[in-house]
């Protein structure tokens, strides 16, 4: 630790996000970066902590206190190693992780103030790139070839994990560019997606074979390889099954989002196919990133007015008994997007869609109250009666995905990422990408 004392003299210093009425007007990255000088300061912060609850908390085992304190030395590729031997992309957790290791940072305890590991992270990858410590690696090969079905963070972190050990590995793409989530639900304002591009470009100088537009069924899996390895996601949103469903105008979230992605990539999609909240009241049902990401997006194309419903009650803002440190704390989160503009209320339910010439014009909605549940189970909603209309030309579904049933596979068949756990964040489906790559590589091994 190259200085014990800067926590005490160095405040917390967030790069922030491009001004709203700049931001708005593009789907350029919003978050800002911090100069060298100023990004070593953060890092002087890490007090290296006897026990370090960022450890801990990260589902990759990355080494804050380790990486900091080399690049507040000044060895950039130094840190660079250290983060890397952990985490295949940093440029990707260090953009949309919710970083988790701040949640658990000694510091967030003390100060409520952690050290900014996540930006921190992002400039050392972003550094690494510039300077040309990223150069492709050729591996000595081992005869034994991998499939991975699906190329979202878990199917690439297996592959670049599997390709490091020297298999020949085949990534298959159901859709037409690689990427999966990173390329079609995450908005170009939050991961651009020339960073992933830059990527797949180092993973196939490295020996990596891509396929895309090739849909894959998993119960008949191409033949002539060794092992398999499944990482299909969560292709199944959660719906919402109520009258007036049908209606025009009533759409998936990721829908939307990915349609948003294909046009900024330079795909045409007719005017009648086109998903656009331009001159419209939306309305996005869930409170979670996917439904402040469909603000974003909404806000970018012209939406009149921007509502955001959520069934569950309003989390407490700033601290939440329930949920200590260093768990994660369920507390109220504004994102860049809630920061554009939109409406946002809580403990409601939608009971029915209203219609206008076979179009949804509305939602009735009404308010909820939530009791504890007994012990160990979840807390029992109760529909108060109170209820109303909300003006919608535009509803966004954003409740979430439905965990995927996979089928009886072989024995060299492996499961990885949302498609073994369902739903879950960027930085797990990395680990358990990672963690496929081991097993398939002992498995195989012992064969």
Known sequence: ??????????????????PVHDRIMDFSEVEQTLNTSE????????????????????????????????????????????????????????????????????LKLSMDAPV???????????????????QPRQYERNGKSVAVIGSGPAGLAAANQLNRRGYAVTVFEKLEYV?????????NFKLSKSVIDRRVAVMEAEGITFKVNADIDVTNL?????????????????DLNIPGRELKGIHFAVEMLAQQNRVLAGQHIPEEERITAKGKHVLVIGGGDTGSDCIGTSNRQGALSVTQIEIMPKPPVGHNPNTPWPQWPVVLKTSSSHEEGCIRRWSLTSNRFLEEDGKVCGVE?????????????RPVMKPTGKKEILKADLVLLAMGFL??????????????????TGASLVVKCIAGGRKAAADIDAYLSRK
């Open 116 to 134: 900014t590991i996540r930006e921190d992270e992002a400039a050392i990858i972003e550094a690494a790139f510039r300077e040309g410590y990223v």
């Open 179 to 187: 990427g999966g989530l990173l390329r079609f639900g995450i908005p």
């Open 365 to 377: 909605v009404e308010e909820v109250e939530w009791t504890p549940g007994a012990e160990g189970e």
């Open 403 to 420: 965990r995927p049933v996979q089928p009886e596979f072989p024995a060299n068949v492996f499961v990885a990422g949302d498609a073994a």
């Open 222 to 238: 191409p033949e002539g390889f060794d092992a398999y390895c499944i990482c299909t996601g969560t292709p199944q949103a959660r």
């Open 1 to 18: 630790m190259g200085n014990p004392k800067a926590f005490l003299t160095v405040p917390r210093q967030e790069a922030g996000y491009r």
């Open 39 to 106: 990004r070593k300061l953060q890092a002087s912060r890490c007090m290296d902590c006897g026990v370090p609850f960022c450890h801990w908390a990260c589902p990759l085992g990355n080494r804050p206190p380790e990486f900091q304190d080399a690049m507040y030395k000044g060895k950039w590729k130094e840190a660079y190693e250290i983060l890397t031997g952990t985490n295949d992309f940093p440029e990707f957790t260090g953009r949309i992780c919710p970083a988790l290791c701040e949640k658990s940072c000694v």
